[in-house]
């Protein structure tokens, strides 16, 4: 059975359960959803998103 999951709701349960168990605080995560946009923008947002994708590859290539 494969599942597939969007990165955006991985990172949102990621950062949930930082806020709620590791002490993370809600203004903390604020700044990085902002960090995220601003990057978003930015002329280095083609380069990251071609890591994401072949990290994301790499992950799913590998057998367990």
Known sequence: ?????????????????????????????????LLGFYLASSSIAPSLNQLTTNVAGMISDLKL
Request: aromatic share 4%; hydrophobic share 70%.
């Open 1 to 33: 059975m494969a599942l597939s999951i969007s990165a955006v709701v991985l990172l949102a349960i990621i950062v949930f359960l930082l806020v709620r168990k590791s002490g993370l605080k809600a203004g903390h995560a604020v700044v990085c959803v």
